[in-house]
């Protein structure tokens, strides 16, 4: 249904198995948003990042994914979230 994808897949908002404070994002950027959760990806990337961490991502996708998914811990007042996403241009 969408178009014009840069990056779409899922990302989880702490360690699944130790409950530890990270945000996992796994991702493909084709432009097939159902690549990562149908497991077909030939490009799986993945980025895993500390929250309480000092340094700042160098990438602007991947900052405004995580401003997005600390709203959502915030709203839902959780923070295991495991939340499926894309973002178009």
């Known amino acids: 249904m969408l ?48 929250k309480d961490s000092p340094f700042q991502c160098s990438e602007q996708r991947l900052i405004k994914l995580f401003e997005a998914c600390a709203e959502c811990e915030n709203i839902f007042a959780n923070k295991f979230l495991d939340i499926e996403f894309a973002l178009m241009k």
Not at 12 to 41: F, H, Q, R, W
């Open 3 to 50: 178009k014009n994808l840069v990056m779409s897949g899922v990302v989880i908002t702490a360690d699944i198995d130790t409950l530890s404070p990270y945000y996992i994002v796994n991702y493909d950027e084709s432009n097939d948003s159902e690549s990562v959760t149908s497991g077909k990806a030939k490009e799986l990337k993945t980025y895993i990042r500390f």
